[in-house]
């Protein structure tokens, strides 16, 4: 069997609404995710056993990584006992809400269901509930296009291919602060705030809706991410940035997921030089920015 070579994408959430605490200490969420064509490269080659090389060396590429947790999940629900040499190529930064690792895993699992012998592959569903085993944020990577999330993250609706129409293509830019933000911090800070915090889903199922029903709705129409209450408080950093872009460029940023990334649609044409002069000046010559697209 030749390697294999993937494309793990990140992606953005357009739409994030934290609507509630779950008795599990999850969350439930609606949120309308779009994969950007920046995009992490996973190889796999066929191998004894399993193993990961990362070209990053600040990420642990030990049996935490996700690729190998990924691996594990796999031969334990398969049953197969072969092996798979992995090489990662990061360009993902991590810690960003951008969904890096998740993607990494679902590539991973993607791979390995190439490569395992047709008797112990999995189909769709199985595929599904594996990468929902291995986070809120890898199924998503499983579906095409643009989506709907809901429950935790797992829930997932295609949107037409008339709103995919109004997304796909269209031109952002991505940008980090040199800190990341921990997921379960992000989501223990909005839930030690007041319920107010969150957002009732009636509420957020009409932002959408109104978006959804709108063909003429701008994009911007649907960005909103109750994520950024906590994220900013802590990181005043963050909205500070998003108002100089906004002053200097009329352009709108919003966080994606728990942060610390940030993105801003751009009108085609734009020249992004200054735009990245500005993230610089902000944030420091380590920030994380890039031009990107919907893919
Ligand atoms: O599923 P994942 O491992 O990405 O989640 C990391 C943490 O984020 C969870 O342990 C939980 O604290 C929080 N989380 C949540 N509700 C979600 C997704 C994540 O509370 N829908």
């Known amino acids: 069997m030749p390697s294999l070579v993937l494309a793990a994408p990140a992606k953005i959430n357009l739409l994030l609404a934290i609507t509630g605490r779950r008795a599990d200490g999850f969350h439930d969420l609606l949120s309308v995710v779009a994969a950007l064509d920046l995009a992490d490269?996973?190889?796999?080659?066929?191998?004894?056993?399993?193993?990961?090389?990362?070209?990053?060396?600040?990420?642990?590429?030990?049996?935490?990584?996700?690729?190998?947790?990924?691996a594990a999940a796999f031969r334990r629900e398969t049953g197969w006992g072969g092996g798979v040499a992995f090489r990662l190529q990061k360009r993902i930064p991590a810690g960003a809400?951008?969904?890096?690792?998740?993607?990494?895993?679902?590539?991973?699992?993607?791979?390995?269901?190439?490569?395992?012998?047709?008797?112990?592959?999995?189909?769709?569903?199985?595929?599904?509930?594996?990468?929902?085993?291995?986070?809120?944020?890898?199924?998503?990577?499983?579906?095409?296009?643009?989506?709907?999330?809901?429950?935790?993250?797992?829930l997932i609706e295609p949107l037409l291919p008339t709103e995919v129409a109004r997304l796909r293509g269209r031109r952002l830019l991505v940008f980090k602060p040199a800190f990341g933000i921990s997921t379960p911090w992000a989501y223990a800070r909005l839930a030690a705030g007041a319920p107010s915090s969150y957002w009732p889903a009636a509420a957020a199922e009409a932002w959408l809706a109104r978006w959804r029903a709108d063909p003429a709705a701008p994009v911007e129409a649907l960005l909103r991410n109750t994520m950024e209450a906590p994220a900013f408080a802590k990181f005043p950093a963050l909205p500070e940035l998003l108002a100089q872009l906004q002053a200097a460029a009329g352009v709108e940023g919003r966080m994606s997921g728990s942060g610390s990334a940030c993105f801003a649609f751009l009108p085609e044409g734009m020249p992004v030089a200054p735009l990245v002069a500005l993230v610089r000046s902000c944030w420091g010559p380590s920030a994380f920015v890039t031009e990107a697209r919907i893919a």
Do not use: I, K
């Not at 066929?46 to 193993?51: G, K």
């Not at 990494?104 to 699992?109: F, H, N, P, R």
């Open 41 to 70: 490269t996973l190889a796999a080659e066929p191998a004894s056993e399993m193993s990961l090389a990362c070209d990053d060396a600040e990420l642990p590429a030990g049996a935490e990584n996700l690729v190998l947790r990924a």
């Open 97 to 154: 809400g951008l969904g890096g690792g998740s993607s990494d895993a679902v590539a991973a699992l993607r791979a390995l269901n190439q490569l395992a012998p047709p008797d112990r592959r999995l189909h769709q569903q199985g595929l599904t509930r594996l990468a929902a085993e291995l986070g809120s944020d890898c199924p998503l990577f499983l579906a095409e296009g643009p989506v709907v999330l809901r429950g935790r993250g797992e």
